[in-house]
């Protein structure tokens, strides 16, 4: 049983010689890769570790037992243990998503319901912003553009993580957030207390840890330059400091007024328009493929309804794992984990149903 570890083991052993050799840490890029999959192997080779010292202890209690009685009794509490162990150790050897272990760059935008729908997106910013908060990430607005009623029509922020083990990266966790939330509530705006319900999109996706990874020609990009302008429209720099970039081949455009200067609008709207076709180009890549699963969990799909607030209720439901709780008030306060990892795990079933079918 667990044969592959073998050779994982013996990677494990080979990157920790890497590490140690200065000369690596002169690449950043080639040092940042091995440290991931340094510490994707370390919880690996750790597990395994545990396995095989419980399989020792257990066949030694057998043997014991056989000449005495009294060892007995340790058997079963030694099999449970093993059989945990080695579910744990399965799931750790189910093939990773490559990007668990990158950063995130998050939009969420207003859909349908009007002035609550914008309402309701500055709610799951502030909602994501407390989640991040939790798990001791980084967040920055890149883009901003806020409604006349203090919601927000859409917004771009980047989330970074700070572990290098990709079960703890921020894509592993946040990749599931893409699709549509709707809210069921009274808006601030009703006047005769009747519930709305209403919608916002957001978009999730793989920040590139460096700009050699995508190759843009500059000939493919249109730069447009405009003053950037407030919420209703009026013009708020008297200088043409906004930008907006559009992909031609791709069609991808992305506006960036938030800065003051023209060149540090480019630089953001630069990393965004990186994300967007790193995730289009492994999109792309996975359907060619063939691996890309119909029942996949992980989306970026404004159009799948992935799951419902509800306020009177105080009920959070996810569609796609059938999650359900009654507590939304943690949950917009950053309280995610439950439902996240509800994702996680209905995720790690589907990927280990598909290895028994290979």
Do not use: C
């Not at 720099?237 to 023209?262: C, F, L, W, Y």
């Not at 328009?273 to 996975?286: F, T």
């Amino acid at each position: 049983m667990f044969e592959s570890v073998t050779g994982l083991i013996a990677e494990h052993d080979d990157l920790q010689q890497q590490l140690s050799d200065p000369e690596l840490h002169s690449d950043p890029v080639r040092s940042k890769k091995v440290n991931r999959r340094y510490a994707e192997l370390s919880r690996i080779v750790a597990m395994y570790n545990q396995w095989r010292q419980l399989s020792d202890d257990l066949e030694a209690a057998r043997e014991l037992a056989a000449e005495d009685e009294a060892f007995a009794d340790e058997i079963p509490g030694l099999e449970q243990s093993l059989d945990e162990t080695g579910e744990k150790l399965r799931r750790l050897l189910i093939p990773r998503d490559p990007n668990d272990s990158r950063d995130v760059i998050m939009e969420i935008k207003m859909g349908e319901g009007g002035a609550e729908s914008a309402l309701f997106a500055g709610d799951l910013l502030r909602m994501y912003l407390h989640y991040a908060d939790s798990k001791r990430w980084k967040a920055e607005i890149i883009e901003q553009t806020s409604s006349d009623l203090g919601g927000i029509k859409d917004v771009q922020v980047a989330f970074k993580g700070s572990s290098s083990d990709p079960a703890e990266g921020v894509w592993a966790h946040l990749k599931y957030e893409g699709g549509v939330h709707r809210v069921q509530r009274v808006p601030a705006t009703e006047s005769q207390g009747r519930i709305h319900t209403s919608a916002a999109g957001v978009l999730v996706f793989p920040e590139v840890d460096e700009p050699e990874e995508v190759e843009i020609n500059p000939n493919d990009l249109k730069i447009d330059v405009f003053r950037s302008s407030g919420p209703g429209g009026q013009s708020v720099n008297t200088t043409d400091s906004a930008v907006r970039i559009t992909h031609v081949p791709t069609g991808i455009v992305v506006s960036m007024q938030n800065e003051k200067s023209q060149l540090q609008n480019r630089e953001a709207a630069m990393r965004v328009l990186r994300a967007r076709l790193l995730a289009k180009q492994q999109e792309e890549a996975d359907a060619e493929a063939a691996e890309f699963r119909k029942g996949q969990i992980r989306t970026m799909d404004r159009s799948e309804r992935i799951r419902t607030y509800n306020f009177p209720e105080n009920r959070i439901a996810d569609h796609r794992t059938g999650y359900k709780a009654y507590n939304l008030d943690s949950v917009m306060n950053g309280a995610l984990d439950p439902v996240i990892e509800s994702n996680i795990l209905a995720d790690e079933e589907a990927r280990l149903a598909d290895l028994a079918q290979d």
